[in-house]
């Protein structure tokens, strides 16, 4: 008899201090912060590329701007944003002279960027310069990165930039 009320007391033990763990060890459910991306230049020229999940060009583009020296060279003056299709993180941003506080989805939508990668290039007041639905080799990117530093789209086609500069 006594060996059972000792074994009550020991599991009876073992309960209460399990329970006591369970409450004090639970962890408190994790706040999700979500930061709004600002997306409005700071620099005179401005380079938003969007980007999908699955878009092995994407990839490929995001490795050119880590790896090629002149690619990062010629983006030295140009703020460079990025935002994901299939994202819904809050952005701010400054298109046709208005601030819009959307997602990144529904700004690329409103962008008509649908294909992957596109790059849209603006000044500080939001007007849209070029837009380019696709990937460009590194050398051709510099190419169209001086076509808009320089301000030669005020004067000439892009097409004719590229093939004067050789670059096409």
């Known amino acids: 008899m006594l ?3 000792i074994l009550f007391v020991a599991v009876a033990g073992l309960l209460f201090s399990c329970e006591s ?9 994790a706040k999700k912060e979500v930061t709004e991306k600002v997306l409005i ?7 938003l590329i969007v980007e999908s999940k699955s878009c092995i060009y994407c990839k490929q583009l995001d ?6 020296k002149s ?14 299709y299939e994202s819904y993180t809050p952005v701010k941003a400054k298109f046709g002279g208005k601030v819009i506080e959307t997602t990144e ?27 380019i639905p696709g990937y460009l080799y590194p050398s051709q990117l510099v190419c169209i990165i001086d076509y808009v530093k320089t301000q030669a789209y005020k004067t000439e ?9 050789g670059c096409a």
Do not use: H, M
């Not at 490795?63 to 090629?68: A, F, H, K, L, N």
């Not at 690619?71 to 994901?84: F, G, H």
């Open 41 to 47: 230049p700071k620099k005179e020229y401005a380079l």
């Open 21 to 29: 763990k369970k409450e004090s060890s639970a962890p408190e459910p």
């Open 63 to 68: 490795r050119d701007i880590r790896t090629e």
């Open 105 to 131: 989805n529904e700004l690329a939508k409103t962008l008509n960027a649908l294909s992957f990668p596109n790059l849209i290039f603006y000044d500080r007041e939001g007007n849209i310069i070029l837009q």
């Open 71 to 84: 690619l990062q060279e010629a983006l030295k003056e140009i703020d460079l944003y990025r935002i994901l």
């Open 157 to 165: 086609d892009v097409n004719t930039y590229i093939k004067k500069k």
């Open 3 to 5: 060996r059972l009320l």
